[in-house]
């Protein structure tokens, strides 16, 4: 086991895997931005190096800082929680190059799943049902004759990258070339690969992920799913596990197919395969997330599992001590991420407390919120026995969570959390806000 692991991550991510390594009596290191020097993240590993200016590419995305703030510290391996070089090819083969383990599946596996077009070609051949679509598209020629064969709505999807960036709805021709050219420019600037394809966009849909694990002696097992179709700007607000709208037979016709999409792969860590479902419970294969999801605590209160310490024991060589016949998903959890309007300073904080409620988060009375990261500044995640208790526990952590100085979105997930359509279950991607 790793004496000592260096977090690439800053923010909530940071202080949950910190928490796991303290747990398991591994020491940690912190990197941080000349913004993040006050942030609980450094305050609360073992070791804190800054790795340079307030701005991203400065710091978090700059893997050779971060590789050198491990090899000086003597860390054995890199955690790179989510976001920033979490799905880099290229930053999980530079620690190989040091020796470092990378916690996360290989280098060539991230690179493979994180083209859509060749992860698509390779759920075809494995039996993984997909939506109708095309190949990477060439030219405006080219998707305009995609688009009159597959169908109006279409969606342009970037090849590389994820997070809801570089995808545009096209739903008359006359907006195809504007949405393939804006599509293809922020793929460009967010992925460094310009390179998109089309699918056909399906409505009404349930965005629907399956969270798996899987250690280098090749066992595989599938920790249930992840109902994840309330969405703004496709980016997530409300994820609960299980989904209501998911019966025993269609979930293990979803594991059955995440796990086939995994050993496709060659997958080993911690791992999410993502579906659209619709409303006959037809559900087709959108992507395969390389990394630890945001959404990840709703999976480990219904399974009893750490996901995070399973990371760290996989990417060790420590093999699954239980099997797909030992998991049972216990009660209903729900998580709303509490986002920030803008910046600001923290004049007054309290988070909700009580059985089965759960903040995870980095704020503090006092701190200032940087301008140059994610807006997402905690998430409130709760525990019941059944689905309707966690909706009146939710609905009431979050009318105690208090954030004043810094604008945020609690009272519209208030308003998402008491609406109908959203207790009833029957809810889809097209749900508004």
């Known amino acids: 086991m790793f004496t000592k692991i260096l977090i690439a991550n800053r923010g909530e991510i940071a202080i949950r895997i910190i928490r796991a390594c303290k747990e398991m009596g591994i020491s940690t290191v912190a990197v941080y931005s000349q913004a993040d020097k006050d942030s609980l993240h450094t305050a609360l590993a073992d070791q804190a190096v800054c790795v340079g200016g307030p701005r991203a590419q400065d710091s978090y995305l700059n893997a050779e800082r971060i590789i050198s703030a491990a090899v000086a510290t003597g860390a054995q391996a890199v955690h790179p929680g989510y976001g920033f070089l979490s799905e880099n090819a290229g930053f999980a083969e530079k620690c190989k190059k040091y020796g470092l383990t990378f916690i996360g599946p290989p280098a060539e596996v991230i690179s493979k799943m994180g083209d859509k077009e060749a992860a698509r070609k390779l759920m075809q051949a494995n039996g993984v049902p997909t939506t109708p679509g095309t190949d990477v598209l060439s030219s405006v020629e080219e998707a305009r004759a995609a688009a009159e064969r597959i169908g109006y709505p279409v969606l342009i999807k970037a090849s590389a990258g994820g997070g809801g960036k570089g995808i545009r709805q096209v739903d008359r021709p006359e907006n195809l070339e504007r949405a393939f050219q804006t599509a293809s420019a922020e793929a460009q600037e967010a992925f460094g690969d310009g390179r998109v394809y089309m699918e056909k966009f399906l409505s009404p849909v349930k965005h629907i992920e ?73 559900f087709y294969f959108m992507e395969m997330n390389t990394r630890l999801q945001v959404e990840h605590p709703v999976t480990e209160l219904v399974t009893g599992i750490d996901i995070v310490k399973w990371q760290i024991r996989i990417a060790a060589g420590v093999p699954l001590d239980f099997t797909q016949e030992d998991i049972r998903l ?55 026995p059944t ?47």
């Open 387 to 433: 689905r309707g208790e966690a909706i009146r526990k939710m609905q009431s952590a979050l009318c105690e969570l208090i954030i004043n100085g810094a604008g945020n979105n609690i009272e519209q997930q208030i308003s998402i959390i008491r609406d109908r359509r959203f207790r009833s279950g029957n809810y889809y991607t097209d749900f508004a806000i």
């Open 210 to 282: 399956v969270q798996l694990l899987a250690d280098q002696t090749g066992n595989t097992v599938c920790l249930g799913e992840r109902e994840c179709s309330i969405q703004k700007n496709n980016q997530k607000l409300v994820e609960e596990s299980p989904s209501p709208g998911v019966n025993a037979q269609v979930r293990r016709q979803l594991m059955d197919a995440a796990t086939r999409a995994a050993k496709a792969a060659g997958y080993v860590n911690a791992g999410t395969v993502e579906f659209l479902m619709d409303e006959h419970s037809r």
């Open 330 to 384: 216990q009660g209903a959890a729900i998580e709303c991420r509490i986002n920030a309007t803008g910046a600001g300073k923290v004049e007054f904080f309290h988070p909700p407390g009580g059985p089965w409620v759960r903040f995870d988060t980095f704020l503090f009375q006092g701190y200032d919120i940087p301008p140059y990261y994610d807006s997402m500044l905690g998430k409130l995640i709760v525990h019941s």
